[in-house]
């Protein structure tokens, strides 16, 4: 049987809830992808573009800096990996978190949450941050987890 886990980053709550679920619908391990520099809402002011979140995104090769590692990422053959869609695309923390571990030979399934945009060019954008990696586009969830829904979703994995 295979180790899987649930790693998330979540701004808002939204993506937290929906990682959340998925780890207890699937019997993974849990882990938050928590920046350094805690998030405030006047950096999530995407309006904004001096906001922090508008800055880090103009400029895709910003790593911000992760609070914490896992220890031991190589028990993991599947690693669901969710976050929300900022720009049309993953927070570049999001790739801050790829390329801190080696990831080869393991699938990375994504997934994440959005008001109204889609994965877009996603996957793509992540691509070389996971080098070795089998990368698969999950599921866009708007923040409803019908829970029937994720089980069959994730039975293929």
């Given at each position: 049987?295979?180790?899987?886990?649930?790693a998330?980053?979540?701004?808002?709550?939204?993506?937290?809830?929906?990682?959340?679920?998925?780890?207890?619908?699937?019997?993974?391990?849990?882990?938050?992808i928590?920046?350094?520099?805690?998030?405030?809402?006047?950096?999530?002011?995407?309006?904004?573009?001096?906001?922090?979140?508008?800055?880090?995104?103009?400029?895709?090769?910003?790593?911000?800096?992760?609070?914490?590692?896992?220890?031991?990422?190589?028990?993991?053959?599947?690693?669901?990996?969710?976050?929300?869609?900022?720009?049309?695309?993953?927070?570049?923390?999001?790739?801050?978190?790829?390329?801190?571990?080696?990831?080869?030979?393991?699938?990375?399934?994504?997934?994440?949450?959005?008001?109204?945009?889609?994965?877009?060019?996603?996957?793509?954008?992540?691509?070389?941050?996971?080098?070795?990696?089998?990368?698969?586009?999950?599921?866009?969830?708007?923040?409803?987890?019908?829970?029937?829904?994720?089980?069959?979703w994730?039975?293929?994995?």
């Amino acid at each position: 049987m295979s180790k899987k886990l649930t790693a998330y980053f979540s701004a808002s709550g939204v993506t937290a809830k929906v990682a959340k679920t998925l780890s207890e619908t699937l019997g993974t391990d849990l882990f938050e992808i928590k920046p350094a520099v805690p998030y405030t809402d006047a950096d999530l002011d995407w309006q904004d573009k001096n906001s922090r979140s508008s800055v880090e995104m103009s400029n895709l090769s910003f790593r911000p800096e992760i609070a914490e590692k896992l220890t031991d990422i190589q028990q993991y053959d599947t690693i669901f990996v969710g976050f929300p869609i900022w720009w049309y695309i993953a927070p570049t923390i999001i790739n801050t978190f790829l390329e801190s571990y080696n990831f080869s030979g393991k699938k990375i399934v994504l997934f994440a949450t959005s008001g109204g945009s889609g994965f877009g060019r996603t996957a793509e954008k992540l691509a070389d941050s996971c080098k070795g990696a089998e990368l698969i586009t999950g599921k866009l969830f708007n923040g409803r987890i019908n829970t029937d829904e994720l089980a069959k979703w994730v039975s293929e994995f």
